[in-house]
């Protein structure tokens, strides 16, 4: 068996990086000695692990969450865990209790969130693998913004067996990397059934990218070039999709109806599942030890406001307001009725497509500060999340830049089909390479 020691030392400028370790990898599996970061959310045994929060600072898990189980089993090397936005609940990784992580393409901008210090560590040739996760877009955007390749797989397809919970039905663990090869080398890895996770699915992917994609039927939704969307983005997603016309696919125009109301049916859903999960955060299970001389609801009280971030705590609060008493119906059961309807509504644009295309983000990177007020941030996320909606599997690839700025290609796919999705932003790259 081969033995791999990998001495990390991460560039700190850009502040990707919240624990780093030297680790050695052992084995001659796919991913023997290669570095791979993992997201602070993801649980990692005897590494600390904090979601990039106060109130888990110095939380040290007993166990390996199962993907990260797995690419120990392949040979990786745990090089560290990486900056986030807090709990996962930003698009900008500004939310994280430890400072920002920067944009090595500009670091007056932000790289994305909330997996941006996985993307960072990427786009700067500190790792060339790490694991994000996407909740309403956080694998993608980031991705989108600092110019690499990130996957959110579908639903099911990857444990999330140690995953610190946020919002479970709708998050996903999957793969960054600089190429689509290396996404598609990581996701061999990470992807198979879990019996630990109920909603795990017994779906291994073994795939070797493919670039030929001619009679490929591909999606162009109005509402992912509608108000909003930049004028820039607009221009390199365009361009980008016709060349993949010029491979051999075909374009048709299609409506996604719901997209009215994908936003806010994703906002109520994450905030109310965040309500509960953020709920064993107390100071006795989780967290600093409470103020035993206190009433408890006074100790309470303390940990979490002195624990939780300014956006960790709006959204608690947005969603134990949905689900309390009498306002339940009137928010929680319409945003599940409309989460209904984006599954329909993607359903039957698949009935007579293969594809589905058009930008990652609305705009580039936003610089610094930018997005302080969190109306302007949660809209941000509107072409991202109807994939989690639907839990279809869904790929940023870069395919140009805007005011000298990476924008990001999103192909997205029928549930399971994964391999589908990553062999278009594979035929693209190779193309544009």
């Known amino acids: 068996m081969g033995y791999h020691e990998i001495r990390f030392e991460p560039d700190d400028r850009y502040n990707a990086f919240l624990t780093t370790c030297t680790r050695a990898s052992h084995g001659d599996g796919r991913l023997a000695g290669v570095a791979v ?19 888990l600072k110095g939380y040290v898990p007993p166990y390996d969450a199962h993907a990260v189980g797995l690419l120990k089993q392949a040979g990786a090397a745990i090089v560290g865990k990486t900056n986030m936005d807090e709990f996962g609940m930003g698009t900008t990784t500004e939310n994280s209790a430890f400072g920002p992580t920067l944009n090595p393409s500009d670091t007056g901008r932000v790289p994305g969130g909330s997996s941006g210090g996985s993307a960072a560590a990427i786009a700067a040739g500190m790792v060339p693998l790490a694991l994000g996760t996407d909740t309403g877009g956080s694998i993608r955007c980031p991705a989108a913004f600092c110019g690499i390749v990130g996957l959110k797989p579908t639903y099911g397809r990857v444990s999330r067996y140690g995953l610190i919970a946020y919002a479970n039905s709708l998050e996903q663990i999957g793969p960054m990397g600089k190429t689509v090869s290396d996404v598609s080398s990581l996701m061999q890895v990470i992807a198979g059934y879990d019996r630990r996770d109920s909603t795990s699915r017994e779906r291994p992917y073994a795939h070797t990218p493919s670039k030929e994609i001619k009679g490929l039927r591909i999606g162009i939704p109005e ?18 999709i016709g060349r993949l016309e010029e491979l051999g696919a075909t374009t048709k125009s299609c409506a996604i109806p ?13 905030t109310c599942e965040a309500s509960s999960n953020l709920a064993r955060f107390d100071g006795v299970r989780y967290g600093p030890a409470a103020e035993t001389k206190k009433s408890w609801h006074d100790a309470y009280q303390d940990v979490r406001r002195a624990g939780f971030g300014l956006e960790v705590r709006r959204r608690i609060m947005l969603g134990t307001f949905a689900l ?54 949660y809209l941000s996320d509107i072409l991202t999340v109807p994939a989690n909606l639907a839990g279809i599997p869904a790929i940023s690839v870069p395919c140009g830049r805007s005011e000298g700025m990476p924008v990001g290609l999103q192909i997205m796919g029928r549930p399971f089909e994964d391999e589908r999705v990553i062999d278009v932003a594979y035929a693209y790259e190779q193309a544009v390479n």
């Open 223 to 240: 509402e992912y070039f509608g108000p909003g969307v930049d004028p820039g983005v607009t221009r390199v997603v365009r361009a980008a």
């Open 258 to 270: 719901s997209m009215d109301y994908a936003l806010a049916a994703y906002y109520v859903t994450c």
């Open 324 to 377: 309390s008493s009498g306002y339940y119906g009137k928010y929680y059961a319409k945003a599940q009725v409309a989460r209904e309807n984006v599954k329909k509504d993607f359903a039957k644009i698949f009935s007579g497509v293969d594809v589905i295309a058009g930008p990652t983000m609305p705009t580039i990177a936003f610089r610094l500060g930018e997005k302080s007020d969190p109306l302007p941030m």
């Open 37 to 55: 970061a993992v997201k602070d959310n993801i649980s990692t045994q005897g590494i600390e692990t904090t979601c990039a929060s106060k109130i």
